[in-house]
């Protein structure tokens, strides 16, 4: 628990179910205490901060619950994708979102990549959070896994997606049956991030609300008793 009067930076990642947000975050934080799956089948049911000191500063990264749902189907993702909105504007109301990370997979299709962002970037267009990208599974990757970047980069902006900053990275834990090859790419991962967290979140001052924020509903899709249910099927999964 941070102690009182410690200043705290919140990042919140975020992304498609089976990108490895979860991953990323224990690559973060530096233990397995997130939940994670080898599936595209959502482990993270509801919205979690881990708390890891960086620099000296002091930072919470919020896993959050994955879009698209995995397998839990059509009414799941746009349940997922409701709560990450709702969770968002609780954060710019108040002034005090630091950094948002935007998790993908390398092979993911950029049809996807371009939806998820524009949903994001609408609720938070009129605010200054800064936003980065984090492209995981690259740990089998042919020579230099930024080299991602520079085949991707140039498609990335014409669909206009644009990022602060940006990482190319391994999440895979630790394993006895790892080449050296994999495990100097997960410690050269853990380095990049935690170097992307610290150098593009900003600290604010929590302020009073009136930030303007579009319009969305209260209520999520289908009504509040197939939210519980959705949330009580992730959970016994």
Same mark, same amino acid.
């Given at each position: 628990?941070?102690?009182?009067?410690?200043?705290?930076?919140?990042?919140?990642?975020?992304?498609?179910?089976?990108?490895?947000?979860?991953?990323?975050?224990?690559?973060?934080?530096?233990?397995?205490?997130?939940?994670?799956?080898?599936?595209?089948?959502?482990?993270?049911?509801?919205?979690?901060?881990? %708390?890891?000191? =960086?620099?000296?500063?002091?930072?919470?990264?919020?896993?959050?619950?994955?879009?698209?749902?995995?397998?839990?189907?059509?009414?799941?993702?746009?349940?997922?994708?409701?709560?990450?909105?709702?969770?968002?504007?609780?954060?710019?109301?108040?002034?005090?979102?630091?950094?948002?990370?935007?998790?993908?997979?390398?092979?993911?299709?950029?049809?996807?990549?371009?939806?998820?962002?524009?949903?994001?970037?609408? /609720?938070?267009?009129?605010?200054?959070?800064?936003?980065?990208?984090?492209?995981?599974?690259? %740990?089998?990757?042919?020579?230099?896994? &930024?080299?991602?970047? /520079?085949?991707? %980069?140039? &498609?990335?902006?014409?669909?206009?997606?644009?990022? =602060?900053?940006?990482?190319?990275?391994?999440?895979?834990?630790?394993?006895?049956?790892?080449?050296?090859?994999?495990?100097?790419?997960?410690?050269?991962? /853990?380095?990049?991030?935690?170097?992307?967290?610290?150098?593009?979140?900003?600290?604010?001052?929590?302020?009073?609300?009136?930030?303007?924020?579009?319009?969305?509903?209260?209520?999520?899709?289908?009504?509040?008793?197939?939210? /519980?249910?959705?949330?009580?099927?992730?959970?016994?999964?």
């Amino acid at each position: 628990m941070t102690p009182k009067g410690v200043s705290v930076r919140n990042v919140i990642v975020f992304g498609e179910c089976g990108v490895g947000k979860s991953s990323l975050v224990n690559l973060v934080v530096g233990s397995s205490a997130a939940k994670t799956s080898p599936d595209a089948d959502p482990c993270t049911v509801h919205n979690k901060d881990y %708390e890891v000191n =960086i620099r000296g500063e002091t930072f919470k990264i919020w896993d959050t619950v994955g879009l698209d749902g995995g397998s839990l189907g059509a009414m799941r993702a746009a349940l997922a994708e409701w709560s990450l909105k709702r969770f968002l504007r609780s954060f710019l109301k108040k002034d005090d979102l630091s950094l948002l990370v935007y998790c993908v997979r390398g092979s993911r299709a950029t049809r996807a990549l371009v939806r998820h962002y524009e949903k994001i970037h609408l /609720q938070t267009c009129n605010s200054t959070v800064p936003m980065v990208i984090v492209v995981t599974a690259l %740990e089998n990757a042919s020579g230099d896994m &930024d080299s991602w970047w /520079q085949r991707n %980069e140039g &498609d990335l902006s014409k669909y206009g997606m644009s990022f =602060i900053g940006h990482a190319c990275v391994t999440t895979v834990g630790d394993d006895t049956h790892d080449t050296e090859t994999v495990r100097a790419r997960r410690a050269r991962s /853990q380095e990049i991030v935690r170097d992307l967290i610290f150098n593009h979140s900003h600290t604010s001052e929590r302020g009073e609300d009136g930030l303007i924020l579009p319009a969305d509903s209260e209520k999520p899709p289908g009504g509040n008793w197939l939210w /519980q249910r959705v949330r009580n099927v992730g959970r016994h999964r």
